[in-house]
């Protein structure tokens, strides 16, 4: 059957344009194709970022190295930051499918002018973790979109929406293969950049994470920062009551990286407040939101600090942060029992 199955997906490859527009078939026949052409962008931005990064430092390709900028955020711009931004507005723009443009790298919101004006609005972070381009570890990009609300021809009102609001949020990693991981809300699939087609492959269908995993992923080096509940969810992962098997801990500091494996393996992925971040550090709209939205289509759950749905939490402003608490579900009912039993 393995080999059936294995010689079958080399003379039938299911790209991602056919997924989408089988979804499309699905869930809404009679529409017009809009949210496809723009998924299909996406993805030619996605195939453009994962070019350039396999070609970093290769003379006459100069996009290692810091580029002498901070984003709105106050973080130091790495080149290939402010590439990856340029590539995404404008195959984003050039579609005419979009309204309104969030990214992280610029303070304010992008209004698409009218003659290229379209119903959908794009929050996305070009190029999540890229404080290790130079080293070569994972790194990706972030999107999520919403539908402008009826009658709106673009406005900001459009953006500063909680989560659950979206039609469409996904991830595209580059490592050591790239994947885009995209949920349109009916579930997760998963697709791998075949570089001998220039197609995203279908490669994980229908995923779903297990209830319970084996490892927990979080930044360690803030722990003496980190509140009563964090620290006691990390203590028992790390010696479990009753001698049961601790958890291991995995952290990359790239949330798509780290994201990523929760998602195919399970555990968690918690970025908690701080005495230093005291409001989080992950941003809502185009960090936290578009993976909360992927983890609960696979199953599993997203909450903030109150335990509350993170897709639930409406953003003050386009660069809103929040805590951040994602991964299987069981795990994620630890870290809620843990907030409860301290009255946090």
């Keep these: 059957m393995g080999d059936t199955q294995d ?8 790209t991602l344009s056919a997924w989408v527009l089988s979804q499309q078939h699905l869930t809404a026949p009679n529409a017009k194709g809009r949210l496809t052409v723009l998924l299909n962008a996406i993805t030619v931005g996605c195939k453009f970022v994962a070019s350039a990064v396999r070609k970093a430092g290769l003379a006459g390709n100069d996009v290692l190295g810091m580029a002498g900028s901070s984003n709105v955020q106050g973080e130091d711009q790495k080149k290939l930051d402010l590439v990856a931004n340029e590539v995404f507005k404008n195959v984003l723009a050039r579609t005419g499918q979009c309204a309104v443009l969030v990214t992280e790298e610029e303070e304010e919101p992008i209004f698409i002018r009218p003659e290229q004006r379209g119903e959908y609005c794009v929050v996305f972070d070009p190029l999540d973790g890229s404080s290790n381009i130079d080293c070569g570890v994972s790194i990706g990009t972030i999107f999520g979109i919403y539908k402008v609300a009826p009658g709106s021809e673009g406005s900001l009102a459009d953006v500063l929406r909680p989560g659950r609001d979206m039609v469409a949020a996904g991830y595209c990693m580059y490592g050591s293969m790239t994947y885009l991981m995209l949920s349109t809300g009916r579930g997760v699939s998963g697709f791998t950049l075949d570089p001998s087609l220039g197609e995203f492959v279908a490669t994980h269908r229908d995923l779903v994470m297990p209830p319970r995993g084996s490892i927990y992923s979080i930044n360690e080096g803030n722990a003496a920062m980190w509140d009563a509940a964090t620290s006691a969810y990390v203590a028992e992962k790390k010696r479990p009551p009753g001698g049961g098997k601790p958890y291991s801990l995995r952290y990359v500091g790239s949330m798509v990286a780290d994201v990523h ?7 968690v992925f918690l970025y908690p407040a701080d005495a230093k971040n005291t409001k989080g550090k992950l941003r809502l709209l185009y960090e936290g939101y578009p993976m909360a939205y992927l983890i609960e289509q696979a199953g599993g759950r997203a909450i903030d600090e109150r335990c ?7 953003p003050e402003d386009i660069h809103d942060r929040a805590p951040v608490y994602l991964g299987s579900r069981e795990d994620v009912d630890d870290i809620e029992r843990h907030y409860k039993e301290q009255g946090l």
């Design 261 to 267: 494996r929760t998602l195919l393996y399970g555990g």
């Design 308 to 314: 509350e749905r993170l897709l639930l939490r409406e």
């Design 7 to 14: 010689a079958q997906s080399h003379t039938d490859p299911f």
